[in-house]
């Protein structure tokens, strides 16, 4: 593989959406700086000989042919959104490894018996709707177009509108992928955390997603002026919610051995001026866990204190469920595959879970899936801050394309 012209391509796509202020990209699904790079995305697929096509939600399939092209296809790709002021290689890398991949084969002439296709999705992140891997619920059939119109961004434009305008392509039946129709599905990934790092190990090969259960928290109380309310008199929203973040960090602390973590992410107070009361406020709240039951357990304890919490307070509580994902475990077989492969090039691995939600783990509910994780200095992601050299890149590339080919032998079953 030639990581100068993966560090390249990683520079050609950071470049849209660059913030100079901030150091950070945005990306944010279906606006212009994604739409652009998913057209050069596949301009460097077309570039690479492949059979490139959008389906009709914007995610972008390049497929190259195998010896036995009849066969069903081994999928690679992961995602080409940001959130606001992200880094550079959540999602991108294994876009752009994916290309990698195709490239190598291509160079060293390398027949496969399974066609191999590779995807970069869009709307992986769920910065501009609240939900997350939309473009993966396209594809596996888990996303109506009559769904789409039930979802909204934060200026009120329906998921629907967006993508019915941006089309490059109608609606197929060769756009939903269903059981059977992908041989296996593979994706490279930062960790997005420290245990990498922290135990000195090249790559992490993962065995289950942990899947979020998110909340709208709406609560009302009664604005007025700040000097001369009585603090007895008073029906302060943002005090309210102020114990509700702590009691959901509290409650997530208790759970932690299980797995679990619980995030208040996103607070607006209404009127937000310093000499008033506050009377309105909206929280976002993340609930994540390899199980279901002990994640489901701190979704129930939480409810529970925000419904103690706002009735001593005195406070109008509105709770939103913005949906659930379900745990899923990855493909064993390829595990051990892409275990086999790190034995042999010498990589140091280990076993582990995501604690963050990708495309896999929807791929996984209808074909044998696998992820491969490299690390990102001090575990930091979603930031401008986010880093990797260019030695671990290298190295998961490697990892995967190795892992790949042998995925991609007939005799190879699962």
Known sequence: MNIDTVMSHLDTFNNYGFNTESGGTNRIAFRHAERLAALKFSMLCREAG??????YFGNVIARRPGKYNDLPPVMIGSHIDTVKDGGRYDGLLGVVAALQLMMHLNEH??????????????AEESARFNTATLGSKYMIGDLSQEAMKNITDNEGKTLFHLVDTLKQSMPSDKDIYGKGDIKAFLELHIEQGPILQNKHKDIGIVTHIAAPHRFKVQLTGETSHSGSTPMPMRYDALTAASEIILKVEAIAQHYHKAGVVATVGHLNAFPNIMNA?????????????KELESREQVVTEVEQAITAITQNRQIHAEV?????????????DISKIT??????????????????????MNMALICPTSMIFIPCKDG????PKESVEPEEIEKGIQTLIETVIEVAKAEVKF
């Open 320 to 332: 939103t469920d913005l949906g659930q994902e379900v745990p899923v475990n990855l493909d064993r």
């Open 109 to 122: 002439q390398i027949e496969t018996d399974h066609p191999i296709e590779i995807v970069a999705f869009t």
């Open 277 to 289: 009361i506050p009377g309105e406020v909206t929280l976002l709240i993340d609930i994540r866990g």
């Open 50 to 55: 492949l059979e490139v096509r959008f389906d």
């Open 339 to 360: 275990k086999n492969v790190c034995d042999r090039l010498g990589y140091s691995y280990r076993f582990m879970f995501s604690g963050a939600g990708h495309d896999s």
């Open 380 to 383: 930091i992601s979603h930031s």
